[in-house]
């Protein structure tokens, strides 16, 4: 099994910026890329930003230039930094892992991020 704890999120204007933290712990070698994910009320979860373990990189065309996916191997912990925010960026985060971005097996607990205007 593999958890994922987030950390992060929060309230900002329009323009400001937050990063978001995923720690993985458990079976993490059965993870080959870690991701994050928006639910915005009333729409389907997408994907915004995705890593591979050799660090290969893949952004939602309505955050690339704004937000930046990394990881940090030794800690086992993924970030978003989402920088330029605007208020269509407000929805539950969730950072997922898994073998490949379309089967993402594990999940974590969601982080509300709010923009407003």
């Known amino acids: 099994q593999v958890q994922l704890v987030e950390s992060g999120g929060g309230l900002v204007q329009a323009g400001g910026s937050l990063r978001l933290s995923c720690a993985a712990s458990?079976?993490?070698?059965?993870?080959?890329?870690m991701g994050w994910y928006r639910q915005a009320p009333g729409r389907q979860r997408e994907l915004v930003a995705a890593?591979?373990?050799?660090?290969?990189?893949v952004y939602a065309d309505s955050v690339k230039g704004r937000f930046t996916i990394s990881r940090d191997n030794a800690k086992n912990t993924v970030y978003l930094q989402m920088n330029s925010l605007k208020p269509e960026d407000t929805a539950v985060y969730y950072c997922?892992?898994?073998?490949?971005?379309?089967?993402?097996?594990?999940w974590g607990q969601g982080s509300q991020v709010t923009v407003s205007s």
């Open positions: 997922g892992g898994g073998m490949t971005i379309a089967r993402m097996n594990y």
């Open positions: 458990g079976s993490i070698f059965s993870i080959n890329v």
């Open positions: 890593i591979t373990n050799g660090g290969t990189a």
